[in-house]
T-cell receptor
Framework: GENVEQHPSTLSVQEGDSAVIKCTYS??????FPWYKQELGKGPQLIID?????GEKKDQRIAVTLNKTAKHFSLHITETQPEDSAVYFC?????????????FGEGTQLTVNP | DTAVSQTPKYLVTQMGNDKSIKCEQN?????MYWYKQDSKKFLKIMFS???????INETVPNRFSPKSPDKAHLNLHINSLELGDSAVYFC??????????FGSGTRLTVV
């Protein structure tokens, strides 16, 4: 089955700096890679996703890159703000059909210091 | 107008009891899920239903039984609760296989 590794487990940055979280996956058949943000006491919230036919995707201060050859993908947050502090999860799954499942990384606790 | 709502938010119960967690989504999604998040924040899928049909059943004890009366509801019943069942359980839904919307979670504590 799929195995997703995520690094670092904790990340502390100063407000305004950039933050990068990296994930690797094992199953070359995986083709969908979402990122989730989980704030304290809440459920994970999808913030951005990328499919394997795309190398990079950007949404305002958030961007995700995918290297299919190396089987890794990364989340980039620029101009970080204190409200970006949360746990971030990467995930990978196969074809977007019924029966495929998400495998999550172990999460990264991001702290943005004012 | 909560998209995915689950109840209760907190559940404290004794070992050996039977309990249920309810989940409802008003997004019109075809697929619903139950996830378990342990104390280390690790998220693992338990079940997935598509249009009331079970499509994913991970290796969970058969004390856990999901029930989907219609595609907007997916409830989780747990028999003979054990200490190790303590966790946060999340319901989620999506239109395709990857859940886009999670509920706010049910923190289950077994004492």
């Amino acid at each position: 089955g799929e195995n997703v590794e995520q690094h670092p487990s904790t990340l502390s940055v100063q407000e305004g700096d950039s933050a990068v979280i990296k994930c690797t996956y094992s199953d070359s058949a995986s083709n969908y890679f979402p990122w989730y943000k989980q704030e304290l006491g809440k459920g994970p919230q999808l913030i951005i996703d990328i499919r394997s036919n795309v190398g990079e995707k950007k949404d305002q201060r958030i961007a995700v890159t995918l290297n299919k050859t190396a089987k890794h993908f990364s989340l980039h947050i620029t101009e970080t703000q204190p409200e970006d502090s949360a746990v971030y999860f990467c995930a990978a799954s196969g074809a977007q059909t019924s029966g495929s499942r998400l495998t999550f990384g172990e999460g990264t606790q991001l702290t943005v210091n004012p | 107008d909560t998209a995915v709502s689950q109840t209760p938010k907190y559940l404290v119960t004794q070992m050996g009891n039977d309990k249920s967690i309810k989940c409802e989504q008003n997004l019109g999604h075809d697929t619903m899920y139950w996830y378990k998040q342990d104390s280390k924040k690790f998220l693992k899928i338990m079940f997935s239903y598509n249009n009331k049909e079970l499509i994913i059943n991970e290796t969970v004890p058969n004390r856990f039984s999901p029930k989907s009366p219609d595609k907007a509801h997916l409830n989780l019943h747990i028999n003979s609760l054990e200490l190790g069942d303590s966790a946060v359980y999340f319901c989620a839904s999506s239109q395709v296989s990857a859940p886009g919307t999670f509920g706010s979670g049910t923190r289950l504590t077994v004492v």
